[in-house]
């Protein structure tokens, strides 16, 4: 009976840690591609130090299939936990392009609070450029798509903003 609840202590441990250290790691790739150079370099700090810790105790001692469920389990519930928190709590910019025949006007993009320059646009065609929060993008696209249901639509991540609207 001991053995057995030390053996679950154990797996519950390994399991919360590793979704800790996962979670970490998944937070700061998102600061890399930012160059957040400090951010990422204490974070680093604290995920290895939880990892090593972790590897340790998860070799230490015979191998069992619940150690090995555990340590997996924490690393798959730390993907997803940790990208929830980077989409939810860190804020992101976008840059939506849209090529459209239909948008002739974009004061109702304006009217919406959305900052728009228009970088072409001949007789058949328009082609906008918009940048705004991850936030917004739905209540973005969902505007371009009232206006033109076959617009073409590129949304990409912004690393960094100089000047200009959002």
């Known amino acids: 009976m001991v053995k057995d609840m030390s053996l679950a202590l154990k797996c519950i441990e390994i399991f919360f840690a590793r979704i800790l250290d996962v979670s970490l790691s998944t937070i700061r790739t998102t600061y890399?591609?930012?160059?957040?150079?400090?951010?990422?370099?204490?974070?680093?700090?604290?995920e290895i130090t939880i990892w090593f810790l972790v590897a340790r105790e998860a070799l230490n001692g015979e191998l069992n299939i619940f150690i090995v469920l555990s340590y997996?389990?924490?690393?798959?519930?730390?993907?997803?936990?940790?990208?929830?928190?980077?989409?939810?709590?860190?804020?992101?910019?976008?840059?939506?392009?849209?090529?459209?025949?239909?948008?002739k006007n974009t004061n109702k993009i304006k009217d919406n609070g959305f900052g728009v320059s228009i970088l072409n646009k001949d007789r058949n065609k328009v082609v906008l450029l918009i940048e705004t929060n991850k936030k917004r993008l739905n209540?973005?696209?969902?505007?371009?798509?009232?206006?033109?249901?076959?617009?073409?639509?590129?949304?990409?991540?912004?690393?960094?903003i100089i000047n200009g609207y959002i």
């Open 139 to 160: 209540d973005l696209t969902n505007l371009v798509k009232s206006l033109d249901k076959s617009a073409f639509i590129t949304i990409k991540e912004t690393k960094t």
């Open 32 to 46: 890399v591609l930012r160059g957040k150079t400090l951010t990422v370099a204490v974070i680093a700090f604290f």
């Open 72 to 103: 997996s389990g924490g690393y798959t519930t730390g993907t997803i936990l940790g990208t929830i928190f980077t989409d939810r709590f860190i804020k992101t910019n976008v840059e939506i392009m849209v090529i459209s025949s239909k948008i």
